[in-house]
């Protein structure tokens, strides 16, 4: 499946900084001065999975193909956005085919850093961002209800359901609330996603702080996190200039770079991680001589439709697959030892899929 996450913020927080080392480019033009990136840039990353490498291992894989995740740098927004202020609400379209949003905030101090607002305030930088998606949500949904609430009158039991949770997510947004936060039903969550609304993406708050405090965080960034917890979303801790430094070394450098600032792990894996956690997925693999392979699922999936993600003809003649859980695929070096072993086992349509597991899937043609 294709992940996509829109990083946004206002000018100049290390936002494009942040891009750059995520696609190990500098595709975004990461200038001291608002607006610096005038067209939304896209880039695709590798999910960091190690299982993956052990299992081509195990397997003599020729090729290790990882599971990716999409970023799209959006321009900086300013207080005014969703009216045309700065460069316009012409790029929050380009949040919304997006399945998630990281809110980058600046939580560090520097003279020579070229500011939009006047201080280092990164919660009010969030609520300013959240305000013009918010406003942005509110003109869209009152300007569609119109004629979708002429259609309800009428008998159209399709634009009655949209009338019921645009109502719930004017109330929402009227209140000062963003759409994620509201009380949807199960039953109506494909209509309520339908309405493509900004503040209903899940939300990842990036703090991006100094090099001092990229191992701990430090006021600024916890300030973010208590935020998070209120707006029911996920921090992270993250320095854009080291991670911008780490793209540019080598495996090796990178581990003896990070040590020095006792780090474990560049913060870009932790940022994809909670990526992931936020929406609710995992992963598994297909391994064989060819190649070893990460799929990307949500947590809950069954058999049949974790096989739809390598294509859609898998789901439909789905007939069952032959499952190892990835601990075992490792301890007894392989397929092949683990059907002897009697740990590959064959899965029907119920089974759900656990991260880590290792498949083949049979289906009708």
């Known amino acids: 499946m294709a992940l996509k996450v829109a990083i946004v913020g206002l000018p100049n927080v290390g936002k494009s900084t942040l891009f750059n080392a995520l696609t190990k480019t500098a595709a975004a033009q990461a200038a001291n001065y608002p607006f610096c990136t005038i067209e939304p840039n896209t880039g695709d990353v590798a999910v960091p999975e190690p299982r993956l490498n052990i ?7 020729k090729e290790i193909i990882p599971s990716r995740i999409t970023f799209v740098d959006v321009a900086g927004l300013v207080r005014g956005a969703s009216k045309g202020e700065g460069l316009g609400n012409q790029f929050l379209a380009n949040i919304r085919d997006c399945d998630a949003i990281a809110f980058v905030a600046r939580c560090f101090e520097g003279d020579g850093v070229v500011r939009h607002e006047d ?3 990164p919660v009010s930088d969030l609520e300013l961002i959240e305000t013009e998606l918010m406003l942005a949500d509110l003109d869209s949904l009152e300007r569609r209800i119109v004629q979708t609430e002429k259609r309800a009158k009428g008998g159209d039991k399709e634009a009655q359901a949209q009338v019921k949770l645009m109502t719930l997510a004017l109330d929402q947004l009227r209140n000062g609330k963003p759409a994620r936060l509201a009380d949807v039903p199960k039953e109506d969550r494909k209509g309520w996603d339908m309405l493509q609304l900004l503040t209903a993406l899940p939300a990842l708050y990036v703090a991006n702080v100094d090099e001092a405090s990229a191992a701990s965080g430090n006021d600024l960034s916890a300030q973010v996190a208590e935020r998070a917890r209120t707006d029911h979303a996920e921090t992270v801790v993250i320095s854009a200039q080291i991670e911008s430094e780490i793209a540019t070394l080598d495996d090796a450098e990178q581990v003896e770079f990070l040590a020095t600032l006792d780090l474990t792990e560049p913060g870009l894996n932790r940022l ?19 190649e070893a392979r990460a799929w990307t699922i949500h947590i809950g999936d069954t058999a049949p439709q974790a096989a739809g993600v390598i294509h859609t003809d898998f789901e439909k003649g789905f007939i069952r697959a032959e ?4 601990d075992d695929f490792v301890a007894l070096g ?5 059907r002897e072993a009697g740990k ?7 089974y759900v899929v656990k991260d880590g597991d290792v498949m083949h899937f049979l289906f009708n043609n």
Do not use: C, H, M, N
């Open 55 to 61: 299992l081509a291992e195990i397997a003599g894989s």
């Open 119 to 121: 201080s280092t305030d």
């Open 272 to 290: 994809i991680r909670s990526a992931y956690d936020l929406l609710g997925l995992q992963t598994y693999f297909t391994v064989g001589p060819k």
């Open 323 to 326: 499952t190892v859980s990835y």
């Open 334 to 338: 392989g397929e092949s030892k683990a």
């Open 344 to 350: 590959l086992r064959a899965e029907g349509k119920a």
